[in-house]
């Protein structure tokens, strides 16, 4: 075996040692979000101002919804800013249809697509008690690309605001037909001017692969050329 094949099975296993060392896990996909930066942030977080009603608010129960675009991937898990507001820390959460579809703006909530199961309880503290709660999905199906959806908070529980994300969200007086209209129309009505905070995520991307076994093939390569090197060379 000359000497430059075997520098480079050498520095070939080296390359390999070195991206087992900073191989990073697979990260979710994510398909919509809204949150502030890491740690996710929201308005009214710490605070007693009052965020989106969701179920029973002053002798009426109300369903609110807030849209996204699929991009191609599955839906895997959706993540909510949810306080306690009720003493209630468990909500219903589920993935709708857009009636219409596709289109520049989205129409309104249709079909239940997907239901998911909560991670978990809605925080109770701070007070009022408000955090991202995460709720899996069911049968987690495929999320079109450029077609909208909603996803619809239905139980006793309280949707804190996103920072600064405006327009359309709808909200249904149930039994009543679902409605919407532009957050910035209810500002200082009891509803919100922006959106709830919220996330969408698609499944992980590929996974990278076992640092252990990237470190494995770089020192049986190292060890190869050991193993064929001449003694006097």
């Given at each position: 075996?000359?000497?430059?094949?075997?520098?480079?099975?050498?520095?070939?296993?080296?390359?390999?040692?070195?991206?087992?060392?900073?191989?990073?896990?697979?990260?979710?996909?994510?398909?919509?979000?809204?949150?502030?930066?890491?740690?996710?942030?929201?308005?009214?977080?710490?605070?007693?101002?009052?965020?989106?009603?969701?179920?029973?608010?002053g002798?009426?129960s109300?369903?609110?919804?807030?849209?996204?675009?699929?991009?191609?991937?599955?839906?895997?898990?959706?993540?909510?800013?949810?306080?306690?507001?009720?003493?209630?820390?468990?909500?219903?959460?589920?993935?709708?249809?857009?009636?219409?579809g596709?289109?520049?703006?989205?129409?309104?909530?249709?079909?239940?697509?997907?239901?998911?199961?909560?991670?978990?309880?809605?925080?109770?503290?701070?007070?009022?008690?408000?955090?991202?709660?995460?709720?899996?999905?069911?049968?987690?199906?495929?999320?079109?690309?450029?077609?909208?959806?909603?996803?619809?908070?239905?139980?006793?529980?309280?949707?804190?605001?996103?920072?600064?994300d405006?327009?359309?969200?709808?909200?249904?007086?149930?039994?009543?037909?679902?409605?919407?209209?532009?957050?910035?129309d209810?500002?200082?009505?009891?509803?919100?001017?922006?959106?709830?905070?919220?996330?969408?995520?698609?499944?992980?991307?590929?996974?990278?692969?076992?640092?252990?076994?990237?470190?494995?093939?770089?020192?049986i390569?190292?060890?190869?050329?050991?193993?064929?090197?001449?003694?006097n060379?």
């Amino acid at each position: 075996m000359n000497t430059a094949f075997r520098k480079a099975i050498c520095l070939g296993g080296l390359a390999v040692m070195l991206a087992a060392l900073s191989a990073a896990p697979a990260m979710a996909q994510i398909i919509y979000n809204n949150f502030g930066s890491a740690p996710p942030t929201f308005q009214d977080q710490t605070s007693i101002a009052p965020p989106w009603p969701v179920g029973l608010t002053g002798g009426t129960s109300y369903d609110v919804a807030f849209p996204f675009q699929g991009t191609g991937v599955s839906f895997h898990d959706a993540i909510l800013a949810l306080g306690d507001t009720t003493n209630v820390t468990t909500a219903t959460v589920y993935l709708a249809s857009d009636t219409v579809g596709t289109g520049l703006l989205p129409v309104l909530p249709g079909t239940q697509v997907d239901t998911t199961t909560e991670v978990g309880l809605i925080p109770t503290v701070p007070t009022p008690g408000a955090g991202p709660v995460t709720f899996n999905c069911h049968s987690c199906p495929v999320l079109t690309s450029g077609t909208w959806y909603w996803i619809v908070a239905v139980d006793d529980t309280g949707w804190y605001e996103s920072n600064s994300d405006t327009g359309l969200f709808a909200y249904s007086a149930e039994p009543g037909p679902w409605v919407t209209a532009q957050t910035t129309d209810f500002s200082g009505t009891g509803f919100k001017a922006t959106r709830g905070a919220y996330e969408i995520d698609g499944p992980a991307g590929m996974p990278e692969p076992s640092p252990m076994l990237l470190l494995s093939i770089g020192l049986i390569s190292v060890m190869g050329f050991a193993a064929v090197r001449p003694a006097n060379n």
